[in-house]
């Protein structure tokens, strides 16, 4: 098994949907990130060997064979989407570590990208000839229509669960806004699109304006808020995998997990745990992390259940600051975690739920600390 690492990454700002990226198609999202990224790695781009990208929205065909396209990229390079929902950008690093690792390619362009504003609208056929479509926002997430959870009330029972009050829920959604408006992400982890240079959504949450909202899911004691779940978003994040002696952040591990269906906001306890225990460390070990903060109690409850120091954890803003760009959410993650070890060394930990009860982890290190490892995974 090779050892693998990060070479360089960039994202697009997070921009909620509606916003500056209305009119950019999914595809450009992603293709004005290959040629800085290659360049910030010295890479030709005849050496990619496959570019691989998670998405949930776009409706079918490969977003990635066309951002490849789009970008310049030589047509040799083949070309793979999937879709795993919030896990799919951080699967498809996931995903492209692996090839690498099994020595079927020694470059892999890998991320996730999402736009909620140029999504197709989505509908069932007719059942009745002639009959109206029915459109649907949501697709299935389990076998069990009369059993399938809507997110934010599965939050919200979350909520409920691990005691976690809508009071608790706004301070660590205030908190995500702060870190984010004292740290704002720029150069060059942000590549400008569309003229947007920086995440544009986090402010200062006061409390006024938090208890004016109205609950949205769950009771008034622990229920969700708009302040509490993160906003749909369009973004793009992409990384550039290989070799890890030629990296500057070397990957040590990744793993995905399945637990229970109708508590999809717990996933990523049991996938940081297999990941922990597949590496020797302790999820106390990690000096940076990245948890998606979908729902403000889905954070709160994995970092309760993990034992994770909360001041570790989203230290510069989460997805409540920024907003929840589904496909690419992962890779946004990845990448911040890319630019906290190259810049302050030391050991990262992404991790993020999906619908249905699924969830990915990954730890990355500085290429400096120690000898470079050999990659871990598992399904």
């Known amino acids: 098994m090779s050892a693998v690492g990060l070479l360089a990454a960039r994202r697009t700002a997070v921009v909620p949907r509606g916003g500056a990226f ?28 496959e570019v691989i990208l998670g998405n949930a929205l776009s409706g079918g065909g490969n977003v990635a064979r066309v951002a490849a396209l789009a970008a310049g990229l030589p047509q040799e390079v083949p070309a793979l989407t999937l879709d795993t929902q919030c896990c799919s950008g951080l699967d498809a690093i996931r995903l492209g570590a692996a ?44 076998p069990w229509p009369a059993l399938e959870p809507d997110l934010a009330e599965a939050a919200a029972r979350l909520a409920g669960a691990d005691g976690l009050t809508r009071a608790m829920q706004e301070a660590f959604a205030a908190e995500s806004h702060r870190r984010a408006l004292a ?26 304006l938090l208890a004016r909202l109205p609950v949205l899911a769950g009771d008034g004691i622990h229920g969700i808020t708009a302040a509490t779940m993160a ?8 990384v550039l995998l290989g070799p890890a002696q030629d990296a500057p952040v070397r990957l040590l591990g990744a793993v995905a997990r399945g637990a229970d269906p109708l508590m999809p906001a717990l996933a990523p306890v049991p996938a940081v745990q297999a990941l922990c225990t597949r590496l020797a460390l302790a999820a106390q070990d990690f000096e940076h992390v990245e948890l998606m903060e979908a729902y403000a109690a889905q954070a709160l409850a994995g970092i309760g259940r993990l034992g994770l120091d909360p001041r570790r954890v989203n230290a510069q803003g989460g997805a409540l600051a920024r907003g929840h760009p589904i496909g690419a959410s992962g890779a946004v993650l990845a990448v911040r975690a890319f630019f906290r070890v190259q810049a302050g060394g030391g050991r990262a930990l992404v991790a993020i739920a999906g619908a249905g009860g699924i969830a990915s982890a990954l730890a990355l290190a500085h290429g400096g600390d120690g000898a470079p490892g050999t990659w871990q995974s598992c399904p």
């Open 183 to 208: 740290c704002p992400a720029g150069p060059p982890e942000l590549v400008p699109v569309a003229g947007v240079t920086a995440d544009p959504f986090a402010r200062a949450l006061v409390p006024g």
């Open 99 to 142: 090839r690498i690792a099994a020595g079927e390619a020694r470059h892999v362009l890998a991320g996730g990208v999402e736009s909620f504003s140029r999504a197709p609208l989505r509908a069932h056929r007719p059942r009745v000839k002639d009959a109206a479509p029915d459109f649907y926002r949501q697709p299935a997430f389990t």
């Open 22 to 49: 209305r009119e950019v198609e999914a595809f450009a999202l992603v293709a004005a990130l290959v040629a800085p990224v290659l360049a910030a790695a010295g890479v030709a781009p005849e050496a990619v060997d």
């Open 231 to 238: 906003v749909e978003a369009d973004a793009a994040a992409l």
